[in-house]
């Protein structure tokens, strides 16, 4: 099974900051990884796919990067609704696998 | 609009059965991919299972620690997809989410939820 890991766990930033979370796959994907973002009692959204494709209806303020096995999402200027739950996906292969999640916090 | 609603959770004793359903709409449902993903109270996204699009759902794909007592299906003319949850554990516990699976096989819509609490 391939296995995702995040970092970092948690950050807390500022309304305008840069933020840049990582997803590391322990074996290559090449470009099939998803990122998410969740809000407490709600269903995750869709933000990235194909590791640097923006879903439709997502601010241009969200970026993704990487192919291979380093993948990285980036909020480039922090909004008041962006504090929420990050997850990365991979869709590669079966059994799919998420990332423990990085939870963006508000300092 | 795409609307993805799931239902049949509720509390059950370890050991019992539930099944949950997933009710598609807005979209022709038998052309895509369908998962259910759960989220244990307070923990991350566990990816649970994946059907093919196919009638009779042609291939069906499980994560280790469900294999063996789920069963996923779809009645491709109702437009539903199904979770047959068999000897329920308490580690089953979870919100369990319907997800369609759209560009490059991300999960593009997500039903609401619906709680599964497996405690005697």
């Known amino acids: 099974d391939i296995q995702l890991t995040q970092s970092p766990s948690f950050l807390s930033a500022s309304v305008g900051d840069r933020v840049t979370i990582t997803c590391r796959a322990s074996?290559?994907?090449?470009?099939?990884l998803a990122w998410y973002q969740q809000k407490p009692g709600k269903a995750p959204k869709l933000l990235i796919y194909a590791a640097s494709t923006l879903q439709s209806g997502v601010p241009s303020t969200f970026s993704g990067s990487g192919s291979g096995t380093e993948f990285t999402l980036t909020i480039s200027s922090l909004q008041p609704e962006d504090f929420a739950t990050y997850y990365c996906q991979q869709v590669n292969s079966y059994p799919i696998t998420f990332g423990p999640g990085t939870k963006v916090d508000i300092k | 609009e795409v609307q993805l609603l799931e239902s049949g959770g509720g509390l059950v004793q370890p050991g019992g059965s539930l099944r949950l359903s997933c009710a598609a709409s807005g979209f022709t449902f038998s052309n895509y991919v369908m998962s259910w993903v759960r989220q244990a109270p307070g923990k991350g996204l566990e990816w649970v299972s994946a059907?093919?699009?196919?009638?009779?759902?042609?291939?069906?794909y499980y994560a280790d620690s469900v294999k063996g007592r789920f069963i996923i299906s779809r009645d491709n003319s109702k437009n539903t997809l199904y979770l047959q949850m068999n000897s329920l554990r308490a580690e089953d516990t979870a919100v369990y989410y319907c997800a369609r699976k759209g560009s490059v096989r991300a999960d593009d819509y997500w039903g609401q939820g619906t709680l599964v609490t497996v405690s005697s």
């Open positions: 074996q290559g994907i090449s470009s099939y």
């Open positions: 059907i093919s699009a196919s009638a009779g759902g042609g291939s069906t």
